[in-house]
């Protein structure tokens, strides 16, 4: 298992930036990490990803120095456990809705006495059985880091008590879920979202743990700085290429070219 460059950083109390690679060509994950990225955010979550292909994508990441962050789904524990054998130096957690779901996600992440995740080693993450078990073990949990999630409104009156479980890195808001689940799809800068801000960053102040969210903008990265913010996630393959389309369309469309867009 490779040193992790986003828990050195948070260390050191210095920013984090990722970005999110949602295509699955390999390239793409070699190019990220060639480029120096903290790290490389892989979703299991919405993504119809096999933990085969995962693995594939971040045994390319390997040939540069990006971390990848992989994010099952809510309550995944088990293909939690095998991301984390194929190669991730990290977890992000969806929907963490209390602090017993938080001791959960360390449980499984961390090897005994700080969790009881099972013991393997003959994967990527030892790497192949060449690292004695021992220090194996230590070096793992000491290297592992773990993002939890909150999205759900309800989980605010608990986020308190999910920081201050042992093993927790960072509080990480997901304002789409978010106002989806608040009655306010889209609405990124609504009263409520900058309300539930303002309550993760306070609760990961008292328990000195990092805390971020995605940022659309330099300049809205350079509030959620001011505001304390130290991982933040920023970009999307998917949207990258989008744009670059429509950048496309919209310069030759003044020559008179038409494009029929089905959406």
């Known amino acids: 298992m490779r040193p992790s460059k986003i828990k050195a950083k948070l260390a050191r109390r210095e920013p984090v930036l990722v970005t999110a690679l949602a295509l699955t060509d390999a390239s793409l994950f070699e190019l990220a990490s060639l480029m120096g990225f903290d790290g490389i955010w892989l979703d299991l979550e919405h993504h119809a990803h096999s933990v085969e292909t995962a693995a594939t994508l971040m045994r390319a990441a390997r040939v540069g120095t990006a971390d990848v962050m992989a ?139 990092a805390w971020g969210m995605p940022s659309p903008t330099v300049e809205r990265t350079r509030e959620l700085l001011d505001m304390g913010a130290r991982f933040l996630a920023h970009g999307a393959d998917i949207i990258m290429v989008k744009s670059g389309l429509e950048a496309i369309q919209d310069k030759f469309a003044t020559l008179g070219f038409t494009f029929d867009r089905t959406r």
């Open 71 to 209: 994010r099952p789904a809510k309550g995944e524990f088990m293909r939690l456990a095998r991301l984390l054998e194929a190669g991730a130096n990290g977890i992000m957690y969806p929907r963490c809705d209390n602090a017993q779901e938080a001791r959960d996600l360390v449980t499984w992440s961390k090897f005994h006495p700080r969790g009881k995740r099972g013991i393997d080693s003959a994967n990527a993450d030892n790497p192949y059985c060449m690292m004695p078990l021992a220090p194996y073990v230590a070096y793992a949990n000491e290297q592992t880091f773990l993002v939890a999630q909150i999205e759900d409104p309800a989980a605010l009156e608990h986020v308190d008590e999910i920081a201050e479980v042992d093993g927790i890195d960072v509080l990480f808001f997901g304002p789409g879920d978010f106002g989806v689940l608040s009655g306010i799809p889209g609405q990124w800068e609504h009263p409520s979202s900058t309300a539930a801000i303002k309550r993760i960053a306070a609760a990961a102040e008292r328990a000195g743990k």
